[in-house]
């Protein structure tokens, strides 16, 4: 189950690094639109997101139970965390290009 998780991290990276530069970086998924929006790129994105957070702590949880193994639940826990840096990092790129936007001279 963990791996299906990194499986989902790395096609996401794939298919926004695919999607902004136009060259596959590997990993990403055979069958993305080459036409596909931004809009659509971080909608596919935050949902790669919150379903990588979502594994790890149903992971977590069996775990717990002890119904699961501690090798997959530190790997889903890792995946989340790489994830959630990632989001944080668009996030604050995108706030600080808005504000640089609002500077501009019209």
Do not use: C, H
Not at 36 to 64: I, P
């Amino acid at each position: 189950m963990a791996n299906t998780s990194i499986g989902n991290a790395l096609a996401a990276y794939g298919n926004a690094a695919k999607a902004l530069t136009g060259v596959d970086q590997g990993g990403g998924d055979a069958t993305a639109e080459a036409g596909q929006s931004f809009g659509d790129m971080l909608k596919k994105a935050a949902t790669d997101s919150v379903k990588t957070g979502a594994d790890s702590e149903k992971l977590s949880l069996l775990a717990t139970a002890g119904k699961a193994n501690v090798t997959d639940v530190v790997t889903a826990v890792s995946a989340a965390e790489v994830t959630l840096q990632a989001v944080t990092a668009v996030r604050d790129k995108v706030v600080s290009a808005y504000q640089e936007i609002l500077r501009m001279p019209i």
